[in-house]
């Protein structure tokens, strides 16, 4: 199992979304073609791509009630998307990841970032840890420091595969004017 955050989200819902850059500054290059060739190859693996609550919440805010619900409505059609929930479990493996970090002498977990940013990816990471994902594909930096905590794997969208291209090229030539069959 693995987890997949808003940004990504919002890559498979809206094209246009913006896509940050990669780690190294640069532009990512087609990046929804990422994140769908990710889908289908775990689709063909039989594997399940979790979208936390709170990730789907950030991922619906723009887009109205009525399309909020058919968006919900069309995930859960595909077998390889499983909404999870901010449930008890994970509420406990959160608050498990806050004593922790309290213990460490740092609340945040050593992120810069506004608490409440910082307790909504602590939610995420824990829905992760709880339902046993092994990666989660995000691009936040501060996810990425809390999932290295959690001892998950964190991938960004830059690092993900690009799909391969046509294994023949498909060639369409004209034949030569002085070739062809007579009439």
Not at 1 to 11: A, E, G, K, W
Not at 59 to 74: F, H, N, R, W, Y
Not at 96 to 115: H, V
Not at 155 to 180: C, F, R, T, Y
Request: hydrophobic fraction near 45%.
């Amino acid at each position: 199992m693995v987890v997949i955050d808003s940004t990504n989200l919002l890559l498979l819902l809206r094209p246009g979304t913006r896509v940050p850059n990669g780690a190294d500054g640069a532009p990512i290059i087609r990046p929804r073609d990422r994140i769908q060739y990710l889908v289908h190859r775990l689709s063909q693996d039989k594997s399940k791509i979790i979208i936390p609550t709170p990730a789907l919440s950030e991922a619906l805010v723009t887009a109205g009630p009525e399309a909020s619900q058919k968006i919900v409505e069309d995930l859960q059609k595909y077998a390889v998307f499983a909404i999870e929930p901010f449930d008890i479990r994970a509420a406990v493996e959160a608050a498990a990841m806050l004593r922790t970090a309290l213990a460490n002498g740092n609340k945040r977990g050593n992120s810069k970032a506004p608490w409440q940013k910082v307790k909504v990816d602590r939610q995420i990471v824990a829905i992760a840890r709880v339902h046993g994902a092994t990666e989660i594909y995000s691009d936040d930096g501060d996810v990425a420091t809390l999932g290295a905590l959690a001892k998950i794997k964190v991938i960004s969208l830059s690092d993900l595969p690009l799909p391969p291209e046509k294994a023949q090229l498909s060639l369409e030539l004209e034949p030569a004017a002085d070739s062809l069959p007579d009439q």
